[in-house]
């Protein structure tokens, strides 16, 4: 079986490649997650993407699977993908396949995404592509109009979580934090440090603010609350940068 994991970019229909768009309409059968109540516009997203690119392929959704907090967090994760990966293996099995199996992945699929990991379970191994997306992190640095790096600098990508339990990066310059439910710039002395903070990045909805961590870190925790409670949903994405 073939499985194609299309990089969709981070919300706008126009980040699908012509590579992603000729895939859709090759594949003979589309999985979509629904992930719940609130994040309805991110699965008619895949569903705008699917008729703009004539994709004819069957169209199948599913519930995503809920997390168990009660376990530890390797534990957690590592049972929601065994969850996911049951669910994709009978929705397949259900299909008349003619052709590729495919799913749109946000972003890019190697960024910070466990669809690789969970096409790793399905037994027999399907044969994997991976058409490469426009991440958060460009869709961020494009916003802001910066580079990614300095000059011959290094940048770290990491998350919320890691930031707040390891502070900054030891040797970084510059580092880029995903996945932070929680403001984690907030445990950082904001002294000589510049912040680039973008949230719907590539959407209508996209919010930016930029500036001396100490001048704007308030008004981005209001803007994320105030944005998150509008929409029922929030992604975030933020550049820190040593000496602006
Ligand atoms: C599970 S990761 C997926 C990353 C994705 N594979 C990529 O290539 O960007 C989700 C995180 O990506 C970031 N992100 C994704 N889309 C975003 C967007 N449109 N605006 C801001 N941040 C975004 C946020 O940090 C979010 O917590």
């Known amino acids: 079986m073939d499985l194609w994991l299309i990089g969709m970019g981070t919300g706008n229909p126009e980040h699908v490649t012509l590579e992603a768009r000729r895939a859709l309409r090759e594949a003979s059968l589309v999985l979509i997650p629904r992930k719940g109540a609130g994040k309805d516009d991110l699965a008619d997203l895949r569903h705008t993407i699917l008729r ?3 994709c004819t392929a069957r ?6 699977p809920v997390r168990d907090d009660a376990l530890p967090y390797a534990d957690r994760v590592d049972r929601w993908h065994d969850a996911i990966a049951v669910i994709w293996a ?3 099995a259900q299909a008349q396949l003619t052709g590729p ?3 749109l992945v946000w972003g890019d699929p190697g960024l910070y995404d466990s669809t690789l990991r969970i096409a ?6 399907p044969r994997v592509r991976v058409v490469a997306g426009i991440t958060a992190l460009q869709a961020l640095t494009a916003a802001h109009a910066i580079p990614f790096n300095t000059v011959n600098g290094a940048v770290t990508v990491t998350t919320g979580r890691r930031l707040r339990v390891h502070g900054w990066p030891v040797g970084a310059d510059t580092i880029v934090i995903m996945l932070d439910g929680d403001c984690g710039f ?3 002395d904001p002294d000589g440090l510049h912040i680039w903070w973008g949230a719907y990045l590539g959407m209508a909805e996209q919010v930016l603010v930029a500036g001396p961590l100490g001048q704007v870190g308030d008004r981005i925790v209001a803007t994320r609350a105030a944005e998150r409670a509008r929409h029922g949903w929030i992604m975030d994405t933020y550049l820190l940068r040593r000496g602006g």
């Open 52 to 54: 703009a690119c004539d």
């Open 59 to 64: 169209v199948v959704e599913f519930d995503m």
């Open 90 to 92: 009978d929705a397949i």
């Open 101 to 103: 199996v495919a799913l």
């Open 120 to 125: 790793d379970r399905l037994t027999p191994r």
């Open 186 to 188: 907030r445990t950082l």
